[in-house]
């Protein structure tokens, strides 16, 4: 599944240039910040509990097909978060670019994809996965416990270079 690429824009407009740039040469390209999202070892998921307020939590963000996923325990929080409320933000800390990546998270479901997402967690951590009547399974651990992907398709998304005065966003 190929997604449209993005729209880059600048963050801010010469009426808010005070202290960021408005030179047009500093947006970022997507495939800088996905490729920021595909290093990254870990990443903060925001998520929101039942009553609204905010949770976040770190995680290893797995990439395939071009977009980034998330490991967690079905009974998670984050996980029941996400039952309830598909909307979540991603952060990562790059070296040459922070991302904030606004998006909807889904449940992966479909054998062929929880296989491909399985291979990417193993490609990336060495963490080995196996599907088992549709169920996603940590066999390297006691149970085994059973985990659940998702996969968070980006709405928008912010970058800031590491100067602190160029910011970049993108519209899905």
């Not at 009974?75 to 309830?84: C, E, F, H, Q, V």
Request: with cysteine; net charge negative; proline share 10%.
């Amino acid at each position: 599944m190929t997604d449209p690429m993005p729209v880059a824009e600048l963050l801010f407009s010469e009426a808010d240039a005070t202290p960021m740039s408005t030179d047009t040469a500093t947006v970022k390209p997507w495939s800088q910040a996905s490729a920021c999202l595909q290093a990254a070892s870990k990443a903060w998921l925001s998520t929101v509990r039942p009553d609204g307020r905010p949770h976040a939590m770190p995680v290893m963000p797995g990439w395939a097909d071009e977009t980034p996923y998330i490991a967690t325990r079905p009974a998670s929080r984050k996980a029941r978060n996400l039952d309830g409320n598909p909307n979540c933000v991603l952060t990562v800390a790059g070296a040459d670019l922070d991302l904030v990546v606004e998006g909807t998270a889904t449940r992966v479901q479909d054998p062929d994809r929880l296989q491909q997402v399985a291979d990417a967690f193993m490609a990336k951590y060495q963490w080995r996965f196996t599907i088992l009547d549709g169920s996603v399974y940590d066999g390297s651990l006691p149970g085994p416990p059973e985990y659940a992907f998702y996969r968070v398709t980006p709405v928008r998304a912010f970058g800031y270079g590491p100067d602190g005065l160029t910011a970049t966003r993108w519209r899905f």
